[in-house]
């Protein structure tokens, strides 16, 4: 049997987690049909059958899971080397996921997580989407939801709420107006509920959530915004009182496969850190004002 290369084994990992071709296409950057076929030649070569084929998709055989499981060490040991590698130069880049406000909060304290003694930096992206982190598109990220997938790790920070929000200097005698996301962009429960509550008294939508906010500034109407950001806001108040159907929980979450890594520890750890250190905030429990 000849010598069978590392990238004949990224792709059949590909194919494994995707559960067919077109998904381990888009990752390895290679059309499906070279995917199958590279496919063909790794069962070849073997002598086993590693796939059980079907119009739904590709599903590991026994054989096919047993060499699964053995690249998944593999593979956590190739990460380790090319983060040593990267680490004499000073190229390290974590990938982390965020949404809009807690992507808001990491920027005001970014230096709680990353300074100019690491030998990492940060890209992250900020999204209302459930940060992916299955296949290693992010090494870290936050969750609205306890992680289903089984090689995920997660650390439970505590609980998120939410009220309805406006600026102080808008007339409480006014018929309610409300602003909100658009109904295409309203992923996440708290972008939704004006949309299934105050529906005929929207009088504003928006494409990104970070607008919500100027827009109540600006008094034009009130939105649901959670409490950690609408408390610590100058110039707004609470309009309602907590929301109890909107609190929910959240993880720090992280590949299993690579939370042992130094960088991608030391940024969790301090993300975990910085989260918790607000936790009251994020649970609805207001700032105590001097007098």
Not at 21 to 36: D, N, R, Y
Not at 71 to 98: C, H, N, P
Not at 254 to 278: C, P, V
Request: one cysteine or more; hydrophobic letters at 40%.
């Amino acid at each position: 049997m000849k010598n069978i290369g590392w990238d004949a084994y990224q792709v059949f990992i590909a194919v494994a987690r995707h559960g067919g071709l077109t998904g381990a296409a888009q990752v390895s950057g290679l059309s499906p049909a070279t995917v199958g076929r590279r496919i063909l030649e790794l069962e070849h070569s073997i002598g086993r059958t590693l796939f059980s084929r079907s119009q739904t998709g590709y599903v590991l055989t026994t054989d096919g899971q047993i060499l699964f499981d053995q690249l998944k060490d593999m593979e956590s040991a190739v990460r380790r080397v090319e983060s040593w590698r990267m680490e004499s130069s000073g190229a390290v880049t974590l990938r982390l996921a965020a949404g809009t406000w807690n992507a808001r909060l990491i920027a005001e304290n970014f230096r709680d997580l990353c300074n100019e003694r690491d030998n990492f930096r940060v890209e992250m992206t900020v999204t209302e989407a459930r940060a992916p982190l299955a296949h290693r598109e992010h090494d870290v990220g936050l969750r609205a939801h306890l992680p289903e997938e089984l090689n995920l790790a997660s650390r439970l920070i505590g609980e998120v709420a939410y009220a309805a929000y406006r600026a102080k200097s808008a007339p409480q005698y006014l018929p309610e107006r409300w602003i909100a996301s658009t109904e295409a962009d309203a992923i996440s429960s708290y972008l939704r509920w004006p949309h299934e509550n105050r529906a005929s008294q929207i009088v504003v939508t928006v494409t990104r959530p970070r607008s919500i906010l100027d827009l109540v500034k600006a008094g034009t109407g009130n939105a649901i915004l959670p409490c950690f950001i609408g408390d610590m806001e100058p110039g707004i108040e609470r309009a309602s009182d907590e929301i109890s159907e909107l609190r929910h929980k959240q993880w720090v979450v992280t590949n299993n496969d690579d939370r042992a890594r130094r960088e991608i520890r030391t940024l969790a750890d301090r993300l975990t850190k910085l989260l918790k250190a607000h936790q009251e905030l994020y649970a609805g429990k207001r700032p105590v004002k001097n007098t």
